[in-house]
């Protein structure tokens, strides 16, 4: 097995195929082989599994994937890298690599087709500049078992934070609602060829096989949710009503005080029941009306 992390393997790869790293796909490719090894190993893969990753570059990620999986499938967008992949993971008979741009596949679909009778999570060193889209179509496809990633560590830290945090945010919830994260370990920009300018880290988020709230309407919960945020440090009575015009002040805080929750309270220290509390009450009053 070729070891693409090593520096002097893989810089001669590239040139050979001319290859220039694309600031825009976000191309930081990973050149210490503990960083691979470390989120195969935490990703808990095995036999049963089967592994969507995206972005394999040149496949460091991949091949440790492959030596533990039952099947990989990777979703790759740049087009160049096909001769280098035919190198350093052409070898394994469980890998294959699918062409094209991850945020235009049908994910659902994907898992069904390729990964019949195996246990489907998602692993990947992320491309950052679409690292949001890629986790909610993950965890809006419901379908894996868990989803364990490189991203920022300013987004890891958000998708792992606690209600009234300063890193509590709407998207915290987005993902909390779908999954358990748990922060594994952090890994430094030099690590990376070319280094990126922030520190990165790795996340697990277990997705839930049971959402363990009543939520009577999910589209009206998380429009809670994002009034809720869109004013930090106002009243939730301010967010709310801006969010669901239909309500006025008024109603936003009659729906506030039917929730249970004092007038002054802010929508950053609530947590997801309490968020569907409120959506819920919102909900009763339009069938009301
Ligand atoms: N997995 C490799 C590693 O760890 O060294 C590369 C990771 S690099 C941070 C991100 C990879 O995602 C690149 O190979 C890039 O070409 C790919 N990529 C960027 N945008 C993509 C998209 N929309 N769909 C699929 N892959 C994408």
């Known amino acids: 097995?070729?070891?693409?992390?090593?520096?002097?393997?893989?810089?001669?790869?590239?040139?050979?195929?001319?290859?220039?790293?694309?600031?825009?796909?976000g191309q930081n490719f990973l050149i210490a082989s503990w960083v691979?090894?470390?989120?195969?190993?935490?990703?808990?893969?095995?036999?049963?599994?089967?592994?969507?990753?995206?972005?394999?570059?040149?496949?460091?990620?991949?091949?440790?994937?492959?030596?533990?999986?039952?099947?990989v499938c990777a979703v790759e967008v740049d087009e160049r890298l096909k001769p280098i992949l035919q190198k350093t993971v052409g070898e394994f008979s469980n890998v294959e690599i699918l062409w094209g741009d991850v945020l235009k596949q049908d994910i659902p679909t994907l898992v069904r087709e390729k990964f019949a009778g195996l246990h489907p999570v998602a692993c990947a060193n992320l491309p950052y500049y679409i690292t949001s889209p890629i986790l909610t179509a993950?965890?809006?496809?419901?379908?894996?078992?868990?989803?364990?990633?490189?991203?920022?560590?300013?987004?890891?830290?958000?998708?792992?934070?606690?209600?009234?945090?300063?890193?509590?945010?709407?998207?915290?919830?987005?993902?909390?609602?779908?999954?358990?994260?748990?922060?594994?370990?952090?890994?430094?920009?030099?690590?990376?060829?070319?280094q990126p300018k922030v520190t990165s880290a790795v996340i697990t988020l277990r997705t839930r096989k049971e959402r363990p709230w009543e939520i009577l309407d999910e589209a009206t919960f998380f429009r809670t949710v994002r009034a809720s945020f869109a004013m930090r440090r106002k009243k939730l009575s301010n967010g709310l009503a801006s969010g669901f015009p239909?309500?006025?002040?008024?109603?936003?805080?009659?729906?506030?005080?039917?929730?249970?929750?004092?007038?002054?309270?802010?929508?950053?220290?609530?947590?997801?029941?309490?968020?569907?509390?409120?959506?819920?009450?919102?909900?009763?009053?339009r069938e009301q009306a």
């Open 138 to 194: 993950l965890l809006e496809a419901d379908c894996f078992e868990a989803v364990t990633v490189m991203v920022q560590k300013e987004v890891a830290l958000r998708i792992a934070a606690a209600p009234g945090s300063a890193d509590y945010s709407a998207f915290t919830v987005f993902c909390q609602y779908y999954a358990e994260p748990e922060l594994l370990f952090d890994v430094p920009p030099h690590c990376f060829l070319p």
């Open 246 to 285: 239909e309500l006025g002040k008024a109603g936003a805080a009659e729906v506030i005080q039917a929730a249970g929750f004092p007038e002054n309270v802010r929508g950053e220290s609530l947590s997801i029941p309490e968020f569907a509390r409120i959506a819920n009450e919102i909900v009763k009053r």
């Open 1 to 25: 097995m070729i070891d693409v992390c090593d520096i002097h393997v893989m810089k001669p790869l590239l040139s050979e195929q001319g290859f220039h790293f694309s600031k825009a796909k």
């Open 36 to 71: 691979p090894q470390a989120i195969a190993t935490e990703s808990g893969v095995d036999e049963s599994v089967g592994v969507l990753e995206i972005g394999p570059g040149v496949g460091p990620l991949t091949q440790q994937l492959a030596l533990r999986a039952g099947k």
